[in-house]
Nanobody
Framework: QVQLVESGGGLVQPGGSLRLSCAAS????????MGWYRQSPGKERELVAL???????NFAESVKGRFTISRDNDKNTVYLQMNSLKPEDTAVYYC?????????????????WGQGTQVTVSS
């Protein structure tokens, strides 16, 4: 069973910064893709950023140049550094991982989600 634990959300003023962290635990040897999605009230969940194990990244157009994503494969942890935050970035942010190789050399294609962490950008 894979568990994702997120941290780092909170209230920040426009123009401020926050750093989200998400640690995956369980029978994990390697994770293919780690990333972040977000959902605002009344809106569908949307992609924010993805980071593949090979180093490739993908960002939503709305966050390019402001957000960066990184990962520590030894710790099975992914980070989202959010700078120049805007009120429209307010949402619940969800960690997501997909494509896990476990200690028995089995591949789990399941997409796992964290519980979500609230980010509020307001003055």
């Amino acid at each position: 069973q894979v568990q994702l634990v997120e941290s780092g959300g909170g209230l920040v003023q426009p123009g401020g910064s926050l750093r989200l962290s998400c640690a995956a635990s369980g029978n994990i040897v390697r994770i293919n893709v780690m990333g972040w999605y977000r959902q605002s009230p009344g809106k569908e969940r949307e992609l924010v950023a993805l980071h593949s194990r090979g180093g490739g990244t993908n960002f939503a157009e709305s966050v390019k140049g402001r957000f960066t994503i990184s990962r520590d494969n030894d710790k099975n942890t992914v980070y989202l550094q959010m700078n120049s935050l805007k009120p429209e970035d307010t949402a619940v942010y969800y960690c997501n991982v997909v494509g896990i190789w476990d200690g028995d050399s089995a591949f789990d294609p399941t997409q796992y989600w964290g519980q979500g962490t609230q980010v509020t950008v307001s003055s």
